[in-house]
């Protein structure tokens, strides 16, 4: 399969091992000769191939090592799944090889790799198109989604809370709501770098004498935000107490300097962001609930999804960051094993990760494409995970899984007339187990057989 020796897995943690079912589906081409192509999907599926004028193929990508019908994407009883119909190389799923004829089930955000090219599969329908990218870049549906709040948010007035895993993007679209349109101050400040002290005086100021070493009156953050925006980033790490304060100011815009009597008005708009989930920091009394109430009563809160939930997205925030860490530079190609490294990899610090990996690569200068070889060891052993747990599963000696109900083996045997090798690949077991479970349930095989060479018949 060229390239089969690089390997990589995929986090999974973030998606259901069940696959999802909807009345249409998508799919993005995000890497190859052919960039840009997408694909809706009915239920009665789409025929991918390379070769214009093939009859049947809905999908045409431009890539000689890709057979002219390679495979099928379609829904079923069991879900979306892909067919391998006439290929001659079999392809990849989520890092897992399959083989010429094979049928797998795709989950949401399925990376699939048939030839050079690789696309991402959506269960859910595609998302209308949306070229101004700048506040959250990207081409996945939830990118879109995104891009839609922060612009309504922008729009308004009334404070903001945003939450999103480490590297996300918080502070990047923090500052596309607090500054469209508007030219006043933008304040950042990291909670998390605020002892209790330090946190009161930054925030809300301080008179000479307040405390020791306070030798000069100062002004807190939220005064010289003025009528712009204080953004608090990780302010689930605010200490308790100061969080009593910030409630007050949240509620009336007036706050008062340590160790004065005096209160000061602002009208600053707050921008929130956090990593932490405050509904449990809530439970275990590390914030308060008002406080929390406060933040999300003048507009639903924001979630930034993570790298690993927008797949599609990778590549072109790749390209991004090199064209941002040298404006000279041309746009960051890969090969395709290098390219299925970085869609499959869980990405745990997201966009920070991705922008550091990017600018080693610039600062090394290296031939372009870049190559898997050319990447960090742990991305290529992180595919090398999947493709070893995919031998295992095709020799039995996978983890269990979940044992299929008579009523699901009864329907993966319909819907392949009886192959059992096709339905065990269905069912995530050994041809072996389905055997014995079609003993154990009585279920009769030559029936299906019989309606095999009764005419039904798959390109399974």
Known sequence: MGESEETDQQDDSARSDEAMLSSTAH?????GRTLWSVAEIPTSGVIVGRANGTPGVDLVLDD????????RIEAGALGWHLVDIDSRNGGFVDGRAFAPGARVILVDGAVIRIGDSLLVFRASALAPPDEDDRMFPGDSSLAVVVRGQLRRLAATTGHVLIHGETGTGKERAALFVGTTGAPHPFIAVNCAELTRDLARSELFGHVRGAFSGAHVAKGGLVEAAGSGVLFLDEVGELPLDVQGDLLRFLEDGHSRPIGSTELRRSSARVIAATNVDLDDAVRTGRFRRDLLARLRASNAPVELPPLRRRREDILGWARRFAREADASHPDMSFTAGAAECLLLYPWLENLRELRGLVRSLIAEQPSEPISSERLPAHLRTHRKALR????????GSAPATKEPTREEIETALQETDGKMRTAAQLLHIDRRKLYRLCERYGIDLDGHRRGERNGRSTDA
């Open 64 to 71: 000689r090592r890709m057979s002219r019908r390679h495979i």
């Open 388 to 395: 070893d747990d995919g031998n295992q599963t095709k020799t």
């Open 27 to 31: 799919m993005r081409a995000v890497h």
